[in-house]
């Protein structure tokens, strides 16, 4: 059965920096594509970083330059690197498995519970 946990979630101040970490339980993690979503009360979930199985990494305007997204096939997990964070940043950060990057987010990928992102002052 596939198990997607999220850890690193937390409260930091504006322009400061935190580590997101997504341990996934599934066999052939390889192939997978990955992404980190996010979410705030009354707003639709957003892609804001992809990884492909090629290791090809995509973001969303919102966060480019800022942010990066790696992953450790050895490990099972994908890593979301947040610089300089602000407080639209603010949001449950999710983890999500996929066959394909266009399928990320879909009813054929999986989700991790989620971890809480407080950027405040």
């Known amino acids: 059965q596939v198990r997607l946990v999220e850890s690193g979630g937390g409260l930091v101040q504006p322009g400061g920096s935190l580590s997101l970490s997504c341990l996934a339980s599934i066999n052939t993690f390889t192939v997978y594509a990955m992404g980190w979503f996010r979410q705030t009360p009354g707003k639709q979930r957003e892609l804001v970083a992809s990884i492909s199985s090629g290791f090809t990494s995509d973001y969303a305007d919102s966060v480019k330059g800022r942010f990066a997204i790696s992953r450790d096939n050895k490990k099972n997990t994908v890593y979301l690197q947040m610089n300089n964070l602000k407080p639209e940043d603010t949001a449950v950060y999710y983890c999500?498995?996929?066959?394909?990057?266009?399928?990320?987010?879909?009813?054929?990928?999986?989700w991790g519970q989620g971890t809480q992102v407080t950027v405040s002052s």
């Open positions: 999500n498995a996929a066959p394909t990057l266009g399928s990320l987010g879909g009813t054929s990928g999986y």
